[in-house]
């Protein structure tokens, strides 16, 4: 069946640094991805829209130039945080969709130190 | 704006039990709906989806979840539990109509947290 991979699952960075994570379609194209962020035992809140090719769609409240989104490839879209901080740590999941079903990557653990 | 609420935040249930997690949705038509698991550190897994037709629908797992259009609703069930279903779970929804599935993005509920006492 269809997977979405996310790459790395633990990121440990230090603050000011900056990290990023890939989410993979591995045997589906997709035209558009979503990154979720989610804080602990709280639900996901959806961060932004990543669609290939053109500039990502950012909910409101959340920051382009800190996070920046690329989706360059029909089955690879990343995810940066530039200039992390503390405040950034938080578990980061990426989806796509296939046929009728929305699939869900493994999530990256963010943790700034 | 849609909005999906799970009133439970936790519950627990003895292994072996029935089992019903709550969710209502806002919304000024039927949307797409969902249940999906999460684990500890883990992404999530979708359990089953309702679209159109029959009410009840079967998921993975033994899961199965009814639409109640009257109530908007759409209610997780599972007769006896295992240990192995501890988790989060989250309901979400999608807007209709779909103009090209996938690229929708999805509301979610705050979540139940489903403890199991052996």
């Known amino acids: 069946g269809a997977v979405v991979s996310q790459h790395p699952s633990w990121v440990i960075c230090k603050s000011g640094t900056s990290v990023k994570i890939e989410c993979r379609s591995l045997?589906?194209?997709?035209?558009?991805m979503f990154w979720y962020r989610q804080f602990p035992k709280q639900s996901l809140m959806l961060m932004a829209t990543?669609?290939?090719?053109?500039?990502?769609?950012?909910e409101q409240g959340v920051e382009k130039d800190k996070f920046l989104i690329n989706h360059a490839s029909l089955t690879l879209s990343t995810l940066t945080v530039t200039s992390a901080h503390p405040e950034d740590s938080s578990f980061y999941i990426c989806?796509?969709?296939?046929?009728?079903?929305?699939?869900f990557g493994e999530g990256s653990w963010l943790t700034v130190v | 704006a849609q909005s999906v609420t799970q009133p439970d935040i936790h519950i627990t249930v003895s292994e072996g039990a029935s089992l019903e997690l709550r969710c209502n949705y806002s919304?000024?038509?039927?949307?797409?709906l969902f249940w999906y698991v999460q684990s500890p550190g883990q992404g999530l897994q979708l359990l089953l989806k309702?679209?159109?037709?029959?009410?009840l629908v079967q998921g993975i797992k033994g899961f199965e979840a009814e639409f109640k259009r009257s109530q908007s609703s759409f209610n997780l069930r599972k007769p006896s539990v295992h240990w192995s279903d501890a988790a989060e779970y989250f309901c979400?929804?999608?807007?209709?109509?779909?103009?090209?599935?996938?690229?929708?993005?999805?509301?979610f509920g705050t979540g139940t947290r489903l403890t199991i006492i052996p």
């Open positions: 989806s796509a969709g296939s046929g009728n079903t929305i699939y």
């Open positions: 045997d589906f194209q997709a035209t558009t």
């Open positions: 990543s669609n290939e090719g053109s500039k990502a769609t950012y």
């Open positions: 919304y000024g038509a039927t949307p797409y």
């Open positions: 309702y679209f159109s037709g029959d009410t």
């Open positions: 979400a929804v999608a807007p209709i109509p779909l103009s090209n599935f996938g690229n929708e993005k999805l509301t």
